[in-house]
């Protein structure tokens, strides 16, 4: 089993950056793959990205391509979403969560195993 805590939310202005990190507990955390969510106020949880168990293989939604980057150290038994050019639309509670897949990283909320508590992240405009 695995536990996670997200931690690197807040309130920052448009076109501001945030770092989420996302902790895992155990000694199995290389062999998740990892993906981040969100879910706004009124609206179903999304995904937001994800990256594979060795780090090499990411997968990112549309929204936030080119704005966010998710890596992660296994050493630290952490995942990172960086978030850059933040805008009012990206404002949610965002939670990590981790899949036994061992494949390209799943978009869908429902393969995930595991999930954090969430964060909240609020940008103003």
């Known amino acids: 089993q695995v536990q996670l805590v997200e931690s690197g939310g807040g309130l920052v202005q448009t076109g501001g950056s945030l770092r989420l990190s996302c902790a895992a507990s155990g000694r199995t955390f290389s062999t998740y793959s990892m993906g981040w969510f969100r879910q706004a106020p009124g609206r179903e949880r999304e995904f937001v990205a994800a990256?594979?168990?060795?780090?090499?293989?990411?997968s990112y939604a549309d929204s936030v391509k080119g704005r966010f980057t998710i890596s992660r150290d296994n050493a630290k038994n952490t995942v990172y979403l960086q978030m850059n050019s933040l805008k009012p639309e990206d404002t949610a509670v965002y939670y990590c969560a981790a899949d036994k897949w061992i494949g390209v990283p799943r978009t869908q909320s429902h393969s995930y195993d595991y999930w954090g508590q969430g964060t909240q992240v609020t940008v103003s405009s």
């Open positions: 990256v594979s168990r060795s780090g090499d293989s990411t």
